[in-house]
């Protein structure tokens, strides 16, 4: 079973309440956190073009591969005092994701074991997988019922979280992958679902995703795209757009740089997105400013099965925000 509304996977009143709470952080990170330029987190080039401002945080549009992103960004250091008394990664982990869980694991999570065996392939060879901001590992369970002989390892910084993966067999370590140092070269294939958007520094994270893989490996990462139709027309006005969370949105070109300049051989992209249409709907429905744009007046006049087709014509042609990229070493 799959999902057709924004509704089934994000209620709207559990997400307006976790998006309070990012505003709430990004006011508290305003007034008590240091901030440092950064270039631009794909293609590395320093070629700022001011997009808009939310809750404080400057948004830059790159002038050499348009990727968004949020520069001048908190310190690591302000990140690290600011993390124990999120109030935005409280309520996501107390309140957000049990609201989701089952609902995600019906229609999301079997749709992606689908796609990464895909990838996979039907190799007879047995495979080292890690899953990186694995949560209760509930990706896993599925696969493991797939691929029962491959060997299934997570990344969790929650510890609570990751005591459920540890008790369902998976060998875990509680921490962040900056600092992981051990499995070095152990790895076939590195799963990272929808975290890279939240990363201060992007290379060294999936550099550090790089030690790990054995020559030839692979790693998925799931994201959100700038060049996507609601992160690209909504701008300030996308929800998804969430500082001090969402520091992140590299365009198709961005995500190919950074994964260029780190060495992988290969990049494949795709936008399976299904949501963009309905999420753009929603907005301009709740915000009297956007009603009079052209383009949201000529998608909100289309009938539900132009709706459709327009949702599966961004998603053929790169233009959904909801980003797979799959990178060979």
């Not at 008394?85 to 957000?96: C, D, L, Q």
């Not at 019922?145 to 969790?156: G, K």
């Not at 006005?237 to 070109?253: C, G, K, T, Y």
């Not at 744009?293 to 998608?299: E, H, M, R, T, V």
Request: aromatic letters at 12%; hydrophobic letters at 40%.
């Amino acid at each position: 079973m799959s999902f057709k509304s924004e509704e089934e996977i994000r209620p709207k009143n559990v997400f307006k309440e976790l998006l309070a709470c990012c505003e709430e952080d990004a006011a508290y990170l305003m007034a008590n956190g240091s901030f440092e330029k950064v270039p631009c987190p794909g293609c590395g080039i320093d070629k700022p073009v001011p997009a808009f401002v939310k809750h404080g945080f400057e948004y830059i549009h790159c002038s050499n591969c348009n990727s968004l992103y949020n520069s001048p960004r908190p310190t690591q250091a302000s990140f690290n005092a600011f993390y124990p008394v999120s109030k935005s990664s409280h309520y996501f982990f107390n309140f957000f994701y049990p609201a989701v869980e089952e609902s995600r694991k019906v229609k999301l999570i079997p749709e992606r074991v689908q796609r990464v065996s895909q990838f996979i392939g039907k190799e007879d060879k047995k495979k080292v997988l890690l899953d990186v901001g694995a949560g209760q590992g509930f990706f896993f369970d599925l696969m493991r019922l797939q691929f029962p002989d491959f060997e299934y390892r997570v990344i969790e910084p929650n510890r609570l979280l990751a005591e459920t993966c540890v008790s369902k067999g998976y060998e875990t370590i509680v921490d962040f992958i900056e600092n992981v140092d051990v499995w070095q070269q152990e790895i076939d294939f590195i799963i990272c679902f929808e975290v890279f958007e939240h990363i201060r520094e992007p290379e060294n994270f999936l550099h550090q995703f790089k030690k790990l893989l054995k020559p030839g490996g692979k790693i998925l990462i799931t994201s959100l795209c700038g060049d996507g139709l609601d992160i690209n027309y909504l701008r300030e006005n996308a929800d998804i757009v969430a500082p001090p969370q969402h520091l992140n949105f590299l365009s198709v070109e961005g995500y190919r740089s950074i994964f260029s300049r780190l060495g992988f051989s290969a990049t494949e992209i795709i936008t399976p997105g299904k949501l963009d249409v309905d999420i753009v709907l929603n907005k301009v429905r709740d915000t009297a400013s956007l009603q009079n744009n052209d383009l949201f007046k000529f998608i909100g006049l289309l009938g539900d099965a132009a709706k459709v087709q327009f949702q599966q014509f961004l998603a053929n042609n790169l233009l959904s925000s909801h980003i797979w990229v799959i990178a060979t070493l």
